[in-house]
């Protein structure tokens, strides 16, 4: 059987119809985005009210009631933007394109900006894409695990002068633990804790109290049996074990691996939460096609409020 993203189903956007609809449709694009509940006409954000003037010249609006001028990126995650509506499409089929993240340095290269520009436009689409997360809930069978990502060791040279990385005193302290509650047949979410048992608390907040988690044999899970009904699994024995398992986990895991490892190369530990969140998201909509995830992230950014960590990042 052929995978969805070998498919033609998978293929419904590419960056050849994306320059070819021109400026004026990839602006329309953004205008019913930003208000799909009346068809790209324009609403003003301050006021609300729905008549307002077109300014062509400038591609800007003006409100009848209260004469606030604004664009359609205006108030949104892209306010300030300087790249062409085009340009900007472009950028999100590229970013959504890649199974295992798109790395800014290949996006600078794709589109001819900075690197500075391709860096701070990923992380606020990754910003966007995790504003539904933080109120998410999860509830029928859900598996939990943790991995360890960041703050690599090198070894040295001469087996002599080699220290065991596994030791506290001779770690760096930067690795961070990700932690991943996954609804089978639903969404992941993702955490960045120290310990994985710290993760305990926001199972608390984020499950249901009739779901059923799937968890490995870790110690860290053990309070987990007071709360809800859970199923363990031993990885040493088995990966599965009469329905346990956490293969659903492992899964997110070894796409978070990938971007560490093969598309990012190093993630630093700032940033680890929102590169977790990224691998949720591409998860979730593994089985969509390009095009709508195109849009499902536009639409998120349109919907998502001026970034307070990214705007002006660079001036500081």
């Not at 360890?148 to 760096?172: C, W």
């Not at 490995?216 to 009469?242: K, M, P, Y």
Request: overall charge positive.
């Amino acid at each position: 059987m052929q995978h969805f993203l070998l498919s033609a189903a998978a293929r419904t956007l590419s960056l050849k119809k994306v320059y070819q609809m021109g400026e004026g449709k990839a602006y329309q694009t953004f205008c019913e985005l930003r208000w799909p509940e009346t068809e790209g006409e324009a609403v003003c954000p301050k006021c609300g009210c729905v008549e307002t003037y077109n300014i062509s010249t400038r591609r800007k609006f003006k409100c009848v009631a209260c004469h606030h001028q604004f664009s359609v990126t205006s108030g949104t995650i892209f306010a300030s933007r300087k790249m062409s509506f085009t340009d900007l499409l472009a950028a999100i089929v590229i970013f959504v394109n890649g199974a295992k993240g798109v790395s800014a340095l290949q996006m600078s290269r794709d589109l001819d900006v900075q690197y500075k520009t391709a860096f701070v436009l990923a992380h606020k689409l990754r910003e966007a894409m995790q504003a539904e997360q933080a109120t998410a809930k999860l509830d029928g069978i859900i598996e939990i695990d943790g991995a360890y990502f960041g703050g690599h060791v090198r070894q040295e040279n001469h087996k002599a002068d080699r220290k065991d990385r596994r030791l506290a005193m001779n770690q760096t302290g930067k690795r961070q633990c990700v932690v991943v509650m996954r609804e089978r047949g639903g969404s992941a979410l993702p955490f960045v804790v120290r310990h994985e048992g710290d993760a305990v608390p926001y199972v608390r907040d984020h499950v249901g109290t009739l779901a059923t988690l799937h968890a490995d044999e870790a110690s860290s899970w053990d309070v987990l049996h007071a709360g809800w009904q859970t199923w363990r699994i031993n990885h040493s024995v088995a990966f599965s074990d009469e329905g346990a398992c956490t293969n659903q986990a492992e899964s997110y895991f070894s796409r978070l691996r990938r971007m560490e490892v093969g598309t990012h190369h190093h993630i630093a530990g700032p940033y680890l939460r929102s590169y977790a969140g990224e691998a949720a998201w591409r998860e979730d909509n593994r089985r969509v096609d390009n095009g709508s995830q195109a849009m499902l992230v536009a639409g998120a950014a349109m919907a998502s409020g001026v970034s307070r960590q990214w705007a002006g990042y660079w001036q500081r």
